[in-house]
């Protein structure tokens, strides 16, 4: 059940997009060890946004899934940096991540929780 959410304020042509997403939840599904059927990844693009006062390419994700190990979280926002470097040439340092454990009972899904 982990959920990527990446937000920009790059345009991304929308023949970019969905390569985007796939390139993402594969990246996800690897870092994770999961199956990638239950990867979800939103994207967000061209919100208003500003980062150390400047509105230069930048972006904002958020990384949830049950049994998030924190002691690699230096490591996948490695590898979520350089995804958003290859694809949009956003600089790692105007990257923020937000990496969030979920709790089995609070994850809904087909109409039950995990």
């Known amino acids: 059940m982990p959920l990527l959410k990446i ?31 239950y990867v979800m990844v ?7 946004m500003l980062f150390s006062a400047s509105p230069e390419p930048l972006a904002y994700l958020e990384l949830k899934s049950i ?3 924190g002691e690699q979280t230096a490591a996948f926002s490695a590898a979520l940096c350089d ?3 290859e694809q949009l040439a ?11 454990n979920a709790e089995r009972h609070l994850w809904g899904w ?5």
């Open 42 to 48: 939103m994207l967000e693009i061209q919100p208003d």
């Open 7 to 37: 937000q920009t304020n790059v345009e991304i042509p929308s023949e970019r997009r969905q390569p985007l997403l796939r390139e993402a939840s594969a990246r996800v599904a690897q870092l994770l060890g999961k199956p990638e059927r």
């Open 90 to 100: 956003i600089p790692s340092e105007r990257i923020y991540i937000e990496f969030a």
């Open 67 to 69: 049994g998030l190990p």
């Open 83 to 85: 995804l958003l470097s």
């Open 110 to 114: 087909n109409g039950a929780t995990f």
